[in-house]
């Protein structure tokens, strides 16, 4: 079944950590993000630490492209709207009547490198993490057995509803619908494709409820599963560290 | 907390992965037809007015968590504004303004305010004043060039974008709360 997931499998020591301790370390790279008050520390931390953990999970090369791609739009953006609009007395170049200031430029790059170390720091949790694997660790320190449904669920049933958002759009051309032309005929064709497709997919919901509980899924009591995540005291120590190391760096950036 | 399990019934759970589809679903559809909408919480509002605030606001911080994970990671910042949009969609529907389709186009007028002025610090002290969407960027833009700061030209953004997409939003469930079996009105 088409399932929606952007995690890489691999066999690297980074896939094999306990996915909460993957967690850990997300919180802490969030924390390098903005907790560091200097921008150049964010660009270090991001070179020695960030992606040295990429290298160790065997993903650099697809894990820099992806990085790209996500800070790309935030890079124009930032260097276009802050370069011009910031103010400042060091003007690199007038256009029209604006000027792009240098002061301007280190705000930009400020929130740029902010903006990547987070993004980056959330990517090495994605690609090296199975979501149902975090589920199931989630699971087992008391995190309701309902909410892995929804999870696992969700990434299945995306895949299939563009499929049908796909087939309803073209259902629609076929029988006339204008969907492309000017604004108010893109518009209007709103309606006839999102209130069928909302409405069919409504239908059959007390169906799978009743499928579910007759697998007994709000019964209470302990679950067992096919999966078992492995985790060590090694690894829950340095979880709090991490954790605790994140916080401290917001905390100093606050003070 | 009675009250918070009582929604949460089987139903509910099979309710909610499929509103979240509606919500990724109906935005990739938005980006299909080139409209300069977001339409990316018809799902959450569906929930709101079929079950209530708390499912509501799980299905919106949910749906932020799968688009951050599958799709675009720094949607996560904005996982409070998606529970409140929920949450209030839920109010509205008590009070019974989803009955009406003029009520239930105020009712999105005034989600659409709130969650811009809601979002827009988000965008002014996390994102550096941008979100990093060229249409949405092109409107800061143009708000800064009028010499508004960084919040105010988010703010202004924000006004102009969500109420009219909360107003669609809400309006396209009053037209599927209309078409749904009487079976699965019956509200938890």
Not at chain 1, 21 to 47: D, R
Request: proline share 6%; glycine share 8%; charged share 10%.
């Amino acid at each position: 079944m088409a399932q929606l997931s952007l995690y890489r499998p691999g066999s690297s020591p980074l896939h094999k950590l306990n996915p909460l301790t993957k967690l850990a370390v997300m919180a802490c790279c969030l924390g390098a993000a903005f907790g560091f008050p200097n921008p150049y520390w964010v660009v270090g931390f991001y070179l020695l630490f960030t992606l040295s953990l990429a290298a160790w999970g065997g993903m650099l090369k697809p894990f820099l492209v992806q990085n790209a791609k996500l800070i790309l739009p935030f890079f124009l953006s930032l260097f276009i709207i802050q370069g011009f609009f910031y103010g400042g007395a060091t003007v690199l170049f007038p256009l029209g009547p604006f000027s792009y200031t240098l002061e301007g430029v280190e705000v930009a790059f400020g929130f740029t490198v902010r903006i990547l170390q987070a993004i980056a720091g959330m990517t090495l949790f994605i690609f090296s993490t199975r979501p149902d694997h975090l589920m199931l660790a989630l699971q087992k320190h008391g995190f309701p057995h309902q909410a892995m449904y929804l999870v696992v669920t969700t990434m299945q049933i995306i895949p299939q509803f563009q499929n049908k958002a796909l087939a309803i759009l073209e259902a629609q051309q076929a029988r006339g619908l204008e969907t492309q032309g000017n604004l108010i005929v893109r518009l209007k064709a709103l309606f006839p494709m999102v209130v069928p497709m909302i409405l069919g997919s409504l239908i059959d919901i007390d169906e799978r409820a009743i499928a579910l509980e007759s697998r007994a899924f709000s019964k209470p009591g302990p679950k067992t599963s096919l999966i078992e995540i492995p985790d060590s005291e090694t690894q829950k120590i340095l979880r709090w560290c991490l954790v605790a190391a994140g916080l401290l760096l917001v905390v100093w950036r606050a003070l | 907390m009675d009250k918070f399990r009582s929604e949460f019934t089987t139903r509910t759970i099979v309710l909610i992965p499929i509103a979240i589809a509606i919500n990724v679903g109906v935005n990739w559809i938005v980006q299909q037809l080139a409209l300069p909408l977001y339409l990316d919480s018809i799902g959450t509002v569906l929930v709101g007015v079929m079950v209530g605030p708390w499912s509501a606001g799980l299905t919106g911080v949910l749906s932020v968590i799968v688009i951050s994970l599958f799709f675009w990671p720094p949607a996560v910042a904005w996982a409070g504004v998606a529970a409140i949009i929920g949450f209030m969609a839920a109010l509205f529907a008590n009070a019974g303004w989803m009955k009406s389709w003029w009520r239930a186009a105020l009712a999105g007028i005034i989600t659409g305010v709130v969650a811009a002025f809601l979002s827009a610090p988000i965008a002014a002290y996390v994102f550096g004043g941008v979100t990093g969407q060229a249409g949405t960027d092109a409107l800061v833009a143009s708000f800064r060039a009028a010499g508004l700061d960084a919040l105010g030209a988010n703010m202004g953004q924000g006004i102009v974008s969500d109420p009219i997409d909360k107003l669609i939003t809400f309006l396209i469930v009053w037209a599927i709360m209309l078409g749904l079996p009487e079976r699965l009105k019956t509200r938890a």
